[in-house]
T-cell receptor
Framework: TQLLEQSPQFLSIQEGENLTVYCNSSSVFSSLQWYRQEPGEGPVLLVTVVTGGEVKKLKRLTFQFGDARKDSSLHITAAQPGDTGLYLCAGPSGTYKYIFGTGTRLKVLA | EAGVAQSPRYKIIEKRQSVAFWCNPISGHATLYWYQQILGQGPKLLIQFQNNGVVDDSQLPKDRFSAERLKGVDSTLKIQPAKLEDSAVYLC????????????????FGPGTRLLVL
C-alpha cells in the first residue's frame, strides 16, 4: 500500500521566517504534486515534479523531488501570512488516480 | 473558465438521516472524483468516474454511500443512513484526460461540502 507521510503535522511561525515541509514514502512515485488548501476551499495545485533530483521554484517556494523519487520537500523563504494553509503532497496511484499525504498545516503570524 | 461547482456548501443532519451532494465539473473534463476529507487530514478518494463509468470505487462504503454520473457530466454523492464518523468535507474534483490539448494530470477541486452529522 502506497502511503505519503508529511512532516511536520503543524507549523506556526512568524512572518519572515523560513520553513521546510517534507513528504516521504517507502514507495517510488513517477511524479509528486504539491497543493495548498485554504480554509473553506478545495486544494489548488502548486507544482508537479517528475524527475528525480528536480528542483522547481515558484516565487518564494522551492520544491525538490528526491533522487530516488520517494520523497519531496517544499521550502518557503520569508513566509508571509498569505502562505497560511494546509499543504498537501500527492502522488499517482493508478490510472489518473492520486493518493494524498497526511498534510502540513501552516500558520504564519504577522 | 468556470470552476468546479458544488452544492450545498454546508449541511447539518442527524445520524441515520440521508443526504445528497451535487457536483458540476469543469466543462469538457472527462474524469470526476469524489473525496472525503476529515478535518486536518488529506483527501481520501471515494470514487472516480471516467465519463459516466466508474473507474475506482474500492474505498467507497457501499453499504451507505452511492454515487452516480448518469450523463457523464454532473454527479451526485449520497449517504444513507449517515453516521457520526461521516462528518467531513466532501470534495469534488475533475480533470481532462492527460495528453489532450496539451493538458497534464491536474485535478481541479471544488470548494467542498462541509457535512456535520449530529
Amino acid at each position: 500500500t502506497q502511503l505519503l507521510e508529511q512532516s511536520p503535522q503543524f507549523l506556526s511561525i512568524q512572518e519572515g521566517e523560513n520553513l521546510t515541509v517534507y513528504c516521504n514514502s517507502s514507495s517510488v512515485f513517477s511524479s509528486l504534486q504539491w497543493y495548498r488548501q485554504e480554509p473553506g476551499e478545495g486544494p489548488v495545485l502548486l507544482v508537479t515534479v517528475v524527475t528525480g533530483g528536480e528542483v522547481k521554484k515558484l516565487k518564494r517556494l522551492t520544491f525538490q523531488f528526491g533522487d530516488a523519487r520517494k520523497d519531496s520537500s517544499l521550502h518557503i523563504t520569508a513566509a508571509q501570512p498569505g502562505d497560511t494553509g494546509l499543504y498537501l503532497c500527492a502522488g499517482p496511484s493508478g490510472t489518473y488516480k492520486y493518493i494524498f499525504g497526511t498534510g502540513t498545516r501552516l500558520k504564519v503570524l504577522a | 473558465e468556470a470552476g468546479v461547482a458544488q452544492s450545498p456548501r454546508y449541511k447539518i443532519i442527524e445520524k441515520r438521516q440521508s443526504v445528497a451532494f451535487w457536483c458540476n465539473p469543469i466543462s469538457g473534463h472527462a474524469t470526476l472524483y469524489w473525496y472525503q476529507q476529515i478535518l486536518g487530514q488529506g483527501p481520501k478518494l471515494l470514487i472516480q468516474f471516467q465519463n459516466n463509468g466508474v473507474v475506482d470505487d474500492s474505498q467507497l462504503p457501499k453499504d451507505r454511500f452511492s454515487a452516480e454520473r448518469l450523463k457523464g457530466v454532473d454527479s451526485t454523492l449520497k449517504i444513507q443512513p449517515a453516521k457520526l464518523e461521516d462528518s467531513a468535507v466532501y470534495l469534488c474534483a475533475s480533470s481532462v484526460i492527460p495528453g489532450l490539448a496539451g493538458e497534464t494530470e491536474t485535478q481541479y477541486f471544488g470548494p467542498g461540502t462541509r457535512l456535520l452529522v449530529l
